[in-house]
């Protein structure tokens, strides 16, 4: 089953979201209006919760979960992710803060307890450590990920543009009837 309760918490749609069926989406989970979680996705909110926001896009094969808490970390990390995020094939987002208009590259890590600001790009294959807090309106590469430049006009324009095709492109799946709502 592609949505799964955990204990006492029913993972919780928006509307028109979309949850493609080879994704698993469990427990203590929310996700926003015109969302989309694709092909092979794991979304795990078992011991903490996680939170996706509006048009916003998690990739093929993303790994999104938390960092419970317990005696190393008494409040442990929730994952919390803004509005208008591209999430790119194969992310792994733990634990960590994401604000809204950002684009996490493909391969990309964001560790534990981060906070990346509005308006970022993650440049593929980075790695954000434990901790780190990524400012708004820069690019972001490597491992560690380190701020290269600040962002152009048009990188600040992609954010919504890639938001609302993401949208349409959710949309036209679920008129093929795949996904759930």
């Given at each position: 089953?592609?949505?799964?309760?955990?204990?006492?918490?029913?993972?919780?749609?928006?509307?028109?979201?979309?949850?493609?069926?080879?994704?698993?989406?469990?427990?203590?989970?929310?996700?926003?209006?015109?969302?989309s979680?694709?092909?092979?996705?794991v979304?795990?909110?078992?011991?903490?919760?996680?939170h996706?926001?509006?048009?916003?896009?998690?990739?093929?094969?993303?790994?999104?979960?938390?960092?419970?808490?317990?005696?190393?970390?008494p409040?442990?990390?929730?994952?919390?992710?803004?509005?208008?995020?591209?999430?790119?094939?194969?992310?792994?987002?733990?634990?960590?803060?994401?604000?809204?208009?950002?684009?996490?590259?493909?391969?990309?890590?964001?560790?534990?307890?981060a906070?990346?600001?509005?308006?970022?790009?993650?440049?593929?294959?980075?790695?954000?450590?434990?901790?780190k807090?990524?400012?708004?309106?820069?690019?972001?590469?490597?491992?560690?990920?380190?701020?290269?430049?600040?962002?152009?006009?048009?990188?600040?324009?992609?954010?919504?543009?890639?938001?609302?095709?993401?949208?349409?492109?959710?949309?036209?799946?679920?008129?093929?009837?795949?996904?759930?709502?």
């Open positions: 089953m592609t949505i799964r309760r955990f204990e006492q918490h029913t993972p919780q749609l928006g509307a028109r979201a979309f949850v493609d069926h080879t994704a698993v989406v469990i427990g203590n989970v929310t996700i926003g209006d015109d969302s979680i694709w092909p092979l996705v979304v795990r909110g078992d011991m903490h919760h996680i996706i926001g509006q048009r916003t896009s998690v990739q093929d094969g993303s790994v999104l979960h938390i960092t419970h808490a317990g005696p190393y970390n409040q442990g990390f929730a994952l919390t992710i803004g509005d208008d995020v591209t999430v790119g094939h194969k992310v792994m987002l733990h634990g960590c803060t994401l604000g809204s208009r950002i684009l996490v590259g493909m391969g990309s890590t964001v560790m534990d307890g906070i990346v600001e509005d308006e970022v790009i993650i440049g593929a294959g980075s790695l954000v450590p434990p901790g807090v990524l400012q708004s309106g820069h690019l972001y590469v490597g491992s560690p990920a380190k701020a290269v430049r600040p962002l152009t006009d048009k990188e600040r324009s992609f954010f919504s543009y890639t938001a609302g095709n993401y949208v349409k492109l959710k949309d036209r799946h679920l008129a093929e009837g795949y996904g759930t709502r």
